[in-house]
């Protein structure tokens, strides 16, 4: 019987600095990450028994079944998977939190004798997640974000910017990446969490105020700066409070400490 090749969704996930952690954590933190994993898979209605997993020592690659709707793979999957690993890291210990890159990709994969898949999808898949962008917005997330994921272009057209319920455009970013031989461009996306906007371009002046220039993001993109006469304002925040913008350009913030709300 000759190998087969398919067209599936392949998703792969890495632990963020899972180096030197020692035998017993990186035995838990694995463990863990292959439980949110396989729950998340369920939860998006895909057979976990039907998808080809491998290991990549700190991390798992998934070629999903035939016939899988892509968007399934952004939301609920994705979601799911944020919200189990910071479940897991509320109550770990420095040693065995989580912290994930990912990358979802699509294409034709040449499916074996054995179970096996190869083919260039996974070879993009492999360059994808090793990518500057995601790494770099992972290192500078707040320490609660704890995904962070790369959509192919070809991934990203078919399943972000047609209102697929869960999916909002605006949470996605374009970078441009180069990794070995591979330039290409992918979509950033951080679950539950804000993006900062882009950076300069290396050597870019720094911008002076919001109107003069770009500001950076965790990307290592650049936004263009607002027309002229217009301002742009840029904010993320985490925590309890309450903010309150007019479009005039005035800005209140009133932040609520714990011993205030309890009086």
Not at 167 to 186: L, M
Request: charged share 25%; aromatic share 4%.
């Amino acid at each position: 019987m000759e190998p087969e090749w398919e067209y599936r969704a392949v998703l792969a996930v890495d632990i963020e600095r899972s180096a030197g952690r020692g035998n017993t954590a990186l035995g838990r933190i694995r463990e863990a990450l292959g439980t949110a994993l396989r729950e998340s898979v369920e939860r998006s209605g895909i057979d976990w028994r039907a998808c080809l997993i491998d290991d990549l020592g700190d991390g798992l690659r998934l070629v999903a079944p035939a016939g899988v709707r892509k968007t399934a793979l952004v939301h609920p999957l994705l979601h799911e998977l944020a919200v189990r690993l910071r479940a897991h890291n509320r109550m770990a210990g420095p040693t065995t939190r989580i912290r994930v890159r990912g990358a979802l990709h699509a294409g034709e994969v040449r499916l074996d004798r054995a179970g096996g898949a190869t083919g260039r999808p996974l070879e993009v898949l492999a360059r994808m997640l090793d990518a500057a962008p995601v790494r770099t917005a992972l290192e500078r997330a707040p320490e609660p974000v704890c995904v962070a994921v790369l959509l192919s272009q070809h991934f990203h057209d078919e399943t972000v910017g047609h209102d697929y319920p869960g999916i909002d455009p605006e949470a996605f970013r374009r970078v441009t990446f180069t990794t070995k031989e591979h330039t290409a461009d992918a979509w950033l996306h951080l679950p539950g969490a804000p993006l900062d906007p882009p950076e300069p371009a290396p050597g870019a002046p720094a911008p002076s105020g919001a109107a003069s220039g770009t500001a950076p993001d965790a990307a290592g993109e650049a936004v263009a700066p607002p027309p002229a006469g217009h301002s742009a304002m840029y904010n993320q925040a985490w925590g309890n409070g309450t903010v309150n913008a007019l479009r005039s350009g005035t800005q209140n913030i009133h932040l609520t400490r714990p011993e205030d709300r309890a009086r």
